[in-house]
């Protein structure tokens, strides 16, 4: 069927700010969705409040309406623009809620807009708890012995007749809000009233548990002719119990039997079919009883779910892409393989290597919770790793997470002791699979092991081969007695220099010097979709032990833009953003750009943004053999946050060119002795500070300086292990567990500026002149972080001479430290007096949020003088804002309930929304201010 030509324009529903459980994936798909209806020549709106993403940039849509996701926005939506359909299924469950409201109302009806690519009764059934289980018993499936509970007595009811172990799932929420399990009878009350507290419709569904069955997703697509085609099969190295949001994934599946996989792929598709008339993509989820391969539907998702932008990235086939062409009447096979661009998008892709995902936790963000994994999400974001075997993936997910591994053990973070590490295993807990590794290390039996963890013997024996691999290592005293061919081995399985190395307790250059004298060197494989039984058009790989190199190097100019790895709190989707337009303006400056990165939810990832992607760690020993394979005219490390930013100084030893500020300017930033005597030097006030490299040098410094003090690491961000004492005892506390978390790190302190409003600066320096991008005055006072505080641009109580001096200061700043990019200068005023508190020569959490509010290509800009052909003074700067714009920081306490919610100089949100303000009079503000008094009063 071709296309519906009777729809000239849609609406695209967004997810609102990145909270556990819907975070940048979903930008990652309307991102996606968006460009695939516009290829179509179809107008596209798209409205959402987060200002870090790409989706909401006019790149990417026809009108952006960065607004609250309420059905009044929709109707102004309506009211000025002729829109003939919505596309609510690339929003995740908050664009699903949302279209099902404003349908509720009849607001569709009123503007004759069709939904397309959802069917809202498939949605209903699917989230129904209790029709959902009669449905897929009545189509034939199999379903675990549950019971709806809509008031605590049927709660108490179904736990009878059910009896324990069992699980309690609310309706209607995401992420696993309010799930979890009950093992005995006393657990049982608190456990039953939360769960109905976290549904809006309080209703739970009280399912008998399955402990150590195995957990399987399915990605499908379905065209209007009911054609069904399965992505991508992913199996959960966690079994039942974990969410699949932490849980380690692996595609594709290794431990499925090929009978199970048929019946799983009939169900899947028998499941799909019977769940109304949509076209899209659809996400199944299944349990398997490992002894008898008995299968049970857990659910189903009847859109582009969390896991689909995962299984785009290990397939290579671009579901949103896809899905938004089928929603449109598009069927499978009138459209072409993206990848190939020769066959057609009906097939089953095939994959001749392994991915391997790892979620990435906060949970030291979290003071009292316990880092345990159950039934409800609690990481915030997730690498993929792509090798050609599961042991190489694994390892490189490992190196991809940025917690200062260099792999599956091997490095200083082993742990020793037995007893401690059967207690942990016992337990769920987000460092699991090294404690694993840790006891089959120490000699743990692996049948001891897979009853405490239920994780199927498979993967433990693989494991157990790496734990061979370093018996055998330690036989070498140095890099020059490992034979090659053992050398090679010890690469394939993802070994990297620096694990070789701590073994033979070695210099790591020491490894890569004989390893690369034994010509053992990384080769480049495409992701092709087919296996390579057709020749892909795209450029999208990830590195080997191979013989064979894929990755053809061009004859043009190139620049690598380093990605910022997985999402964490304090570094998000906006650099992702900032990325994605350091690319476009990089090919727009007529160079080759070059991405490399290692995060499955992000727009900078996706097969068609870069002229080539590395999907590869972040990690010294893969970026420098591209570097040496591609020869760059040099790397920006500006965009991609702190991740991206402690590499320059190994980029400048190496003599590799950092495009734009240099490694010195960076450092001079960071480095708070040379950082304060610059200040002293440009007569700019500043905190009194000391540093201190043990305890007793900080007690010193706080004498000196004066209580209350802050204290933090140098070389962080988002406030990590950021706090204000008042006292010795605190600051020696604090100090000491800096140091035991963060060896060899210094620690600053820095006068607490007390009662102090908090001000900051974004900017561009191109050396002759500085543009100032925007000034925002915090509503919170200093002593909040900067990413916690609700933020309105431009200024609103600051005095005219206050801002004046900002500027100033800013300048100055920007032509001492030599800048040629971006720099954010964070200020604390008190009594009209301002002092810099800190610069950070990158791109910040706020640059997206301006160049919203202003409706300016900043990052642009900024690329274009990096890259130094073009100066401030070539781009026409047109700053559009009537009245305020406010960037609201939003929080996910609600998957930590036993957690300290109090915020202060450490950051602790996971997102931030957008909203705009006529005037200071409006109640939304005034609510905002309120909390600048109610902080101060404390």
């Avoid at 790591?508 to 004989?514: I, L």
Wanted: aromatic content about 8%; proline content about 4%.
């Amino acid at each position: 069927m071709p296309k519906d030509t009777s729809i000239k324009s849609i609406l695209i529903i967004g997810s609102g700010p990145i909270i556990i459980g819907q975070a940048c994936e979903f930008d990652y798909s309307g991102s996606q969705a968006s460009r695939s209806l516009r290829e179509e020549g179809i107008e596209v709106s798209l409205i959402n409040s987060n200002p870090a993403t790409i989706m909401t940039d006019p790149v990417t849509a026809d009108h952006i309406y960065l607004k609250p996701l309420t059905p009044e926005s929709i109707e102004e939506i309506l009211q000025i623009r002729n829109i003939d359909a919505v596309l609510p299924t690339m929003g995740g469950q908050t664009a699903l809620n949302l279209a099902i409201e404003a349908g509720k109302m009849g607001i569709w009806e009123k503007y004759n807009v069709k939904l397309v690519g959802v069917d809202l009764e498939a949605i209903e059934l699917a989230e129904n708890r209790e029709r959902f289980k009669e449905h897929v018993i009545n189509i034939g499936l199999s379903h675990a012995p549950s019971k709806i509970a809509n008031s605590f007595l049927e709660g108490m009811e179904a736990a009878q007749e059910i009896g324990f172990p069992l699980v309690i799932r609310p309706s209607y929420t995401l992420g696993g809000s309010g799930a979890g399990f009950v093992m005995k009878a006393e657990d049982y009350d608190a456990a039953l009233r939360r769960g109905l507290n976290a549904s809006p419709t309080h209703e739970v569904m009280i399912d008998k548990a399955v402990f150590g069955w195995k957990e399987y997703e399915l990605e499908l697509l379905r065209d209007s002719n009911d054609n069904v085609t399965i992505i991508c099969t992913v199996e959960n190295l966690d079994p039942m119990g974990i969410h699949t949001g932490d849980s380690i994934t692996v595609a594709p599946a290794m431990t499925l039997s090929d009978t199970a996989f048929q019946q799983m792929r009939s169900e899947a598709i028998k499941l799909m079919r019977s769940m109304g008339n949509f076209a899209g993509g659809c996400n199944v989820q299944f349990a398997m009883n490992p002894e008898t391969e008995e299968l049970i539907c857990i659910e189903i998702n009847p859109r582009v779910s969390r896991s689909s932008a995962l299984a785009s990235k290990a397939t290579g086939y671009p579901i949103a892409k896809i899905a938004a062409k089928l929603a449109i009447g598009y069927t499978l096979d009138e459209l072409k393989n993206q990848i190939t661009k020769t066959t057609s998008a009906f097939f089953e892709p095939t994959l001749d290597y392994v991915i391997v995902k790892m979620p990435r936790w906060n949970f030291e963000k979290f003071y009292g919770s316990e880092p345990t994994l159950g039934l409800q999400m609690k990481s915030v974001g997730e690498v993929m790793a792509i090798g050609r075997t599961f042991l190489e993936a694994l390892q490189k997910a490992c190196q991809s997470q940025e917690n200062n591994r260099s792999g599956l053990g091997a490095d200083k973070k082993e742990w020793i002791r037995t007893e401690d590490i059967i207690k942990r295993l016992e337990v769920a807990s987000d460092d699991r699979i090294y404690r694993v590794k840790d006891a089959l290390r120490l000699g743990v039996p692996l049948k001891t092991i897979q009853r405490l963890t239920n994780i199927d013997p498979w993967y433990l024996h693989q494991i157990k081969r790496l734990v061979k691999y370093e018996d055998r290592l330690l036989k070498f005293n140095v890099a020059e007695d490992i034979p090659k061919e053992f050398f090679r081995e010890l690469k394939e399985v993802g070994y990297s220099d620096a694990q070789i190395a701590w073994v033979l307790r070695i210099d790591e250059d020491e490894v890569t010097k004989q390893r690369k004298k034994l010509g053992i060197r990384r080769t480049w494989k495409m992701v092709d979709t087919c296996a390579a039984e057709f020749e892909a058009q795209t450029p999208y790989f990830y590195s080997t032990f191979d013989q064979e190199n894929e990755s053809i190097v061009s004859d043009k100019k190139k620049i690598i833009v380093l990605g910022s790895g997985p999402n964490r709190i304090g570094q998000g989707i906006e650099f992702d953003y900032c990325c994605v337009h350091g690319l476009l303006a990089i090919k727009e400056a007529g160079y080759e750009a070059i991405m490399i990165n290692c995060n499955p939810e992000t727009v900078s990832t996706d097969f068609d943004v870069a002229d080539k992607l590395y999907f590869e760690p972040v990690f010294w020993e893969h970026i420098e053999e591209i570097i040496e394979h591609e020869k760059p005219e040099g790397v920006i490390v500006q965009l991609g946050g702190q991740t991206a930013l402690k590499l320059a100084e190994k980029f400048t030893e190496r003599g590799i060119k950092i495009i734009g500020s240099s490694f010195d300017a960076l450092d001079l930033a960071e480095d708070r002795g040379r950082f304060s005597n610059m200040l002293k030097e440009l007569d700019i006030p500043y905190p009194n500070f000391g540093t201190a490299a043990d305890a007793d040098e900080a007690l010193d410094v706080a004498k000196e300086v004066s209580y209350p003090v802050l204290v933090r690491p140098s070389y962080v961000l988002g406030g990590q292990r950021m706090r204000i004492v008042i006292n010795d005892s605190e600051l020696e506390r604090h100090v000491l567990s800096i140091f035991k978390h963060m060896p060899g790190n210094k620690v600053l302190i820095d006068q607490f500026l007390e009662r102090a409003k908090e001000a900051e600066v974004d900017a561009i320096c191109d050396g002759d002149e500085v543009l100032i991008m925007g000034i925002m005055e915090h509503i919170e006072p200093a002593g909040i972080h900067s990413g916690d505080s609700s933020a309105v641009l431009p200024t609103y109580s600051l005095s005219e001479k206050v801002v004046e001096k900002m500027k100033e200061y800013t300048k100055k700043l920007a032509f001492a430290l030599k800048i040629k990019g971006l720099i954010n200068i964070q200020f604390a005023i008190k009594n009209d007096e301002v002092y810099v508190i800190e610069a950070n020569p990158r791109a910040s959490r706020t640059t997206p949020f301006i160049a919203k509010a202003y409706q300016v290509p900043f990052l642009n800009i900024a690329t274009h003088v990096m890259m130094g052909n073009k100066k401030i003074k070539d781009f026409k700067v047109d700053k559009k804002l009537s009245g305020f714009a406010i960037k609201v920081p939003v929080f996910s306490f609600n998957k930590f309930p036993n957690v300290d919610k109090q915020l202060g100089p450490e950051m602790k949100s996971t997102g931030e929304a957008i909203r705009f303000i006529k005037d200071l009079n409006d109640p939304f503000f005034r609510e905002l201010d309120r909390n600048r008094s109610i902080y101060l009063s404390r």
